[in-house]
């Protein structure tokens, strides 16, 4: 296990003016429990929360997206799989571009254009327009995930970087559940453009908790845009097979998580359930189960090792996913609280896990990490749509059931690997 030290890969001191150089030497982390610290988690928080409902309230408005403009399940996905799949790419870049302009300014540029995009989408009211937002979002959302896994490393002490993640995660946790809860009740009496609106307000607020709270850097050293240096990091990354196997693993969990969710709205609509759009809305509340996991688990894996916390994390979502093949309205609203719980809790020990081992290029490792995780997202989350067209929802589950059980065995070799080491 690499000891927890900041990036080596900032400027050396000698480089640098003398208070800079002071301060990459005496590092200035901000300890857990302190003021800074709260601010931090709250501006984290709030950020995570901005983010994950930006992205994620199209998704119980998938039937209706369907209905209103003759889609398929797999074709009304691409209201998500377009944003994700141009986020995984855009990431990449962006995690160069922070290394130059700083990690705060960009995340509160990123929050702030994917707000004024989505309340745009209301102009937009066309299928084709609506997709055209949608991907636009995908390279402005993408300056906030891999930056505040960065900022993370840099700027909290280790013992309670796994704490601060976890709360970060949470704000993506509620965030995501308030955003699909909104969307599905609003849509139901004011349509998609009501619910769009109301998000894209909420996204502004964030933005201004974010800025308002977040504390300046005070361990990053700006440094000129270096492709050829970012691009050595990224191969020393992908050279390393324990960070193959985290960023395999956020694939195939994101994949996972993604496909159920983007395509439950379709199973509580039909027969059995015959549910309303607010009410399948409302089967977002099982993200609380997310709040809470991200942040006990992260804490949990201090105490008795990433490995086999993050293998339970994935267990549970795996367990979770097969109780909702159940034809009880209440055994798929609990599988969806487990494997909710799951995945939360095994995303923020991998992603903490990603950031402690890179030592150098962290934010280039943490936008690989978040690039196969947005990849499973957009790849899994709209591939599996097919199953659902043609076979219906057991062998959609199967197939999630698959990757899932990939991702456990993966779980186990990076635990092992890990003890040896």
């Known amino acids: 296990m690499p000891p927890a030290v900041p990036p080596p890969d900032s400027a050396p001191a000698s480089a640098l003016p003398p208070a800079a150089a002071r301060a990459a030497a005496t590092p200035r982390q901000i300890g857990r429990g302190t003021p800074a610290f709260w601010r931090a988690v709250v ?12 992205l994620y309230f199209v998704q119980p408005l998938l039937p209706l997206f369907a209905e209103d403009f003759g889609l398929s399940p797999a074709g009304s996905s691409l209201a998500i799989s377009l944003t994700t799949a141009v986020l995984a790419v855009a990431m990449l870049a962006v995690s160069m571009v922070s290394e130059r302009l700083g990690r705060r300014p960009l995340m509160a540029a990123s929050l702030l254009s994917s707000a004024a995009l989505t309340t745009a989408m209301v102009l937009f ?11 636009l979002m995908g390279v402005t959302l993408s300056g906030l995930p891999a930056v505040a896994m960065a900022y993370v490393g840099e700027e909290i002490e280790p013992r309670a970087a796994g704490l601060a993640m976890g709360l970060y995660i949470g704000g993506s946790a509620i965030g995501g559940m308030s955003g699909r809860l909104l969307a599905g009740v609003i ?5 998609w453009q009501g619910a769009a609106l109301t998000i894209g307000l909420i996204g502004f607020a964030g933005t201004a908790l974010f800025w308002r709270m977040l504390p300046p850097s005070r361990n990053f050293q700006p440094r000129p845009l270096n492709v050829r240096g970012a691009l050595g990091n990224f191969r020393i990354h992908l050279c390393n097979p324990a960070m193959l196997r985290l960023f395999a693993q956020g694939f195939l969990i994101m994949g996972g998580f993604v496909a159920v969710y983007n395509y439950i709205g379709f199973r509580l609509l039909g027969a ?8 399948v809305g409302m089967v977002s509340i099982v993200y609380l189960a997310g709040i809470f996991s991200s942040a006990w688990m992260g804490d949990l894996a201090a105490r008795h090792g990433r490995g086999r916390v993050m293998t339970a994390g994935v267990l549970l979502q795996l367990a979770g996913t097969l109780l909702t093949l159940s034809a009880s309205l209440w055994l798929v609203v609990l599988g969806m609280a ?20 890179a030592r150098q290029g962290r934010a280039q490792a943490t936008s690989l990490y ?11 989350g709209m591939g599996v749509g097919y199953a659902l067209d043609l076979a219906g929802w057991g062998l959609f589950i199967g197939m999630v059931a698959v990757l899932l059980a990939l991702a456990l065995a993966n779980a186990v070799i990076q635990t092992r690997r890990d003890t040896a080491s």
């Open 125 to 135: 009211p066309q299928w084709p327009s609506l997709l055209v937002m949608r991907t």
């Open 272 to 279: 059995p359930f015959f549910l309303g759009h607010a009410v």
């Open 43 to 54: 501006a984290l928080f709030a950020s995570g929360f901005s983010t994950f409902s930006l």
């Open 187 to 191: 849509a139901e009496y004011h349509g």
């Open 338 to 357: 487990i494997l909710t719980f799951g995945f939360f809790g095994a995303h923020s020990i991998c992603s903490t896990w990603v950031a402690r081992l």
């Open 370 to 380: 978040l690039f196969g995780y947005y990849c499973g997202s957009a790849l899994i």
